[in-house]
């Protein structure tokens, strides 16, 4: 959570608190149920290198009223998306919907979504009608999915904000754990010429995993990013997650890094010397080809990124060809 979401939830209490203390402490008439509540939720989580990425809503189930507000604020290096859809529909197969859609409320009528929303982006939507909806991220669903249930107006709430908060980093916490236990998978001898371009619980089996590590690995440890070949030598990369796709990209060698579409095709060929961009363009998780190789053919340190989690996510390898 970042320190600008805190100071919005300090004055969200500071100003909701005063009501609720009123009310209770009056004797007779009944007292009147406080007024809308705003509520602060997690989206994704992620180590500061942005390495183990958790993809959830934390908490996942939520449950408020009419005329109650949630902010959402994306906690991970890792974009996501806050999407809600009319009652009875859900994502489409194919690509995800990466634009903005509805407005700052929701009543289970009009799609209704933050669009990729970066790190910390703070979405507020206003729940204007009861009833059980789902919240997706469209880039990581169907794992990544929440229920927002809104009760009738002044119905008591079941849980706190501060045990929303505590089940939200309880879980988050799990989920980077997770992440972390399944660089331990990886299916490959340790430091040669295989590399995993991601790799996550379950590996490319699936089903679709809460956690996943946003690293090139040759080893079973999110830091073996560098892999080192003979002049002639090959690499191939395989995506070994199962929710996250990937690139293998290589710049010109000497100039900046170029700027590309991420979902972009492959560029060039199956060799590589350092003078021209070459690109696997994207490597699914599942149902795959999952793999990509190149041939090295010049001496040489090269750099690469995968161009969907190289700039907040790090996600940077290099090879060393000798
Ligand atoms: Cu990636």
């Given at each position: 959570m970042t320190l600008r979401t805190l100071w919005h939830l300090a004055l969200a209490f500071v100003f909701i608190s005063p009501i609720v203390a009123c009310s209770t402490s009056s004797t007779t008439p009944p007292p009147a149920p406080p007024g809308p509540m705003l509520w602060a939720a997690n989206v994704g989580a992620s180590t500061s290198d942005g390495a183990l990425q958790g993809l959830n809503f934390y908490p996942s189930n939520m449950t408020i009223d009419v005329g109650d507000t949630i902010a959402w604020t994306i906690a991970s290096t890792n974009p996501h998306t806050i999407s809600l859809f009319p009652t009875g529909q859900g994502p489409a197969p194919g690509p995800p919907d990466l634009a903005p859609h509805g407005g700052s409320t929701y009543d289970g009528t009009t799609?209704?979504?933050?669009?990729?929303?970066?790190?910390?982006?703070?979405?507020?939507?206003?729940?204007?009608?009861?009833?059980?909806?789902?919240?997706?991220?469209?880039?990581?669903?169907?794992?990544?999915?929440?229920?927002?249930?809104?009760?009738?107006?002044?119905?008591?709430?079941?849980?706190?904000?501060?045990?929303?908060?505590?089940?939200?980093?309880?879980?988050?916490?799990?989920?980077?754990?997770?992440?972390?236990?399944?660089?331990?998978?990886?299916?490959?001898?340790?430091?040669?010429?295989?590399?995993?371009?991601?790799?996550?619980?379950?590996?490319?089996?699936?089903?679709?995993?809460?956690?996943?590590?946003l690293r090139f690995i040759n080893g079973p440890m999110a830091t073996a990013s560098t892999v080192t070949v003979s002049v002639g030598g090959t690499v191939t990369w395989a995506n070994e997650s199962n929710n996250e796709p990937h690139t293998v990209t290589f710049g010109i060698a000497g100039q900046p890094f170029p700027t590309l579409n991420?979902?972009?095709?492959?560029?060039?060929?199956?060799?590589?010397?350092?003078?021209?961009?070459?690109?696997?363009?994207?490597?699914?998780?599942?149902?795959?080809?999952?793999?990509?190789?190149?041939?090295?053919?010049?001496?040489g340190t090269y750099t690469y990124r995968c161009l969907i989690h190289d700039d907040d996510s790090g996600m940077i390898g290099t090879v060393i060809v000798q």
């Open positions: 799609l209704t979504s933050s669009g990729l929303a970066p790190k910390t982006t703070v979405y507020k939507l206003t729940f204007t009608k009861a009833g059980i909806y789902k919240v997706y991220c469209l880039i990581h669903q169907p794992e990544m999915l929440g229920t927002i249930t809104v009760q009738v107006a002044g119905t008591p709430y079941p849980t706190t904000q501060t045990q929303y908060q505590t089940q939200g980093a309880a879980a988050s916490a799990t989920d980077i754990a997770n992440a972390n236990s399944s660089l331990a998978q990886f299916p490959f001898p340790s430091g040669g010429t295989q590399v995993a371009a991601g790799i996550a619980p379950g590996l490319v089996a699936g089903p679709p995993s809460n956690s996943t590590v991420p979902f972009g095709p492959k560029i060039g060929g199956s060799t590589y010397d350092g003078t021209a961009i070459t690109s696997s363009g994207v490597i699914p998780p599942v149902p795959g080809p999952n793999t990509y190789s190149l041939t090295f053919t010049k001496a």
